[in-house]
């Protein structure tokens, strides 16, 4: 079975279950499935963690059970669900620093109703515990890596008013800027900003870097949302999008090259020979996978394509050839 990726399915969890709850009528496991874009597979293993989330000693069923009954899906909470939580210092704290991190951002237009939801909740918490936390929030800095504020605000307002935006962009991976239409549907941040488009040069989705685009003015253009586009499924999705012109790869890594693996988008990964591992991906371009090879040396080995090597050997030749003159 594949590794399943801990925090796209604890989102997708956390609204599956109140809208199984709020809409029992409705939650049939075709239903379910079609609405959050998953397996009936995936579905039955989503209902067997919940099952075994609760107090201790974590006993089955104590807060939440879940179950499917002649098609349909079923799931009911424990009373302590109910009850009115009171938030701990160390929540309180969590929450109010991740929110002013999130108020902080440029162009946000949904500031000052954050700023009045973090006073409220300051306000409810306990006098005693929301001075403390108060104190320590002040203390703690979140901030996400920095992407023009003027390109943000042109994004956001082109989502908006479904404006299609003419963009230069640096693409990291063949180390060359371009020029391209594209149709914002999505600005999402995990670290650095990104935004989800449907890119016109290459006639496909993609998800760009805030941070790489270079310019962005409105193309005078106007297009129409896609249907089905759901937001929150799409900022669950791998950030990088295999499409039919990838270059298969095959690579072969040392032990100690085997963080390739954790950052690197793969179709598989498998251990061989001498601790080494067979990783299997897909490139949409190999600038970037040369630079790799070259910086990692005898702890990397190419299986194919032929011609990636040739690029190896080709840069490596020039690199050497500078040190010569």
């Known amino acids: 079975m594949p590794p399943i990726a801990s925090l796209p399915r604890l989102s997708r969890i956390l609204v599956l279950v109140p809208w199984v709850i709020t809409h029992a009528d409705e939650a049939t496991v075709d239903e379910v499935c079609r609405r959050f874009g998953i397996s009936e597979d995936q579905l039955l293993d989503d209902l067997s963690l919940l099952v075994v989330c609760g107090l201790p000693p974590f006993s089955p069923g104590d807060m939440i059970e879940a179950w499917v009954d002649e098609g349909r899906v079923v799931i009911n909470v424990a009373d302590y669900l109910d009850r009115p939580l009171r938030m701990s210092r160390w929540e309180a704290l969590g929450l109010l620093a991740a929110g002013r991190a999130l108020a902080a951002m440029p162009a946000l237009a949904e500031a000052q109703a954050l700023d009045s939801a973090l006073a409220k909740l300051a306000e409810a918490i306990a006098p005693d515990e929301a001075d403390a936390a108060e104190t320590l929030a002040e203390r703690v800095a979140i901030e996400l890596q920095p992407a023009s504020p003027e390109i943000l605000g042109i994004l956001r307002d082109a ?52 941070d790489r685009i270079r310019s962005a003015v409105p193309a005078g253009v106007t297009f129409e949302r896609p249907a089905g586009f759901d937001p929150s499924l799409e900022a669950d999705r791998p950030l990088y999008r295999p499409s039919a012109g990838d270059t298969s790869v095959v690579l072969e890594l040392a032990p100690a090259a085997a963080w390739v693996a954790e950052l690197t988008p793969h179709d598989e990964a498998k251990p061989i020979k001498g601790g080494w591992m067979r990783l299997t991906l897909r490139a949409s371009h190999t600038a970037w996978l040369v630079r790799l090879l070259l910086q990692l040396g005898d702890q990397i080995r190419v299986v194919e394509p032929e011609t990636l090597t040739a690029e190896v050997r080709e840069l490596a030749t020039a690199a050497l050839a500078r040190y010569k003159d």
């Open 159 to 210: 989502i908006e008013t479904l404006q299609r935006i003419r963009i230069e962009y640096y693409s990291f991976g063949r180390d060359e800027l371009t020029e391209r239409e594209i149709d914002p549907l999505l600005v999402f941040g995990t670290g650095p900003w990104y935004v989800i488009a449907d890119d016109h040069k290459s006639g496909e989705r993609r998800t760009f870097r805030v």
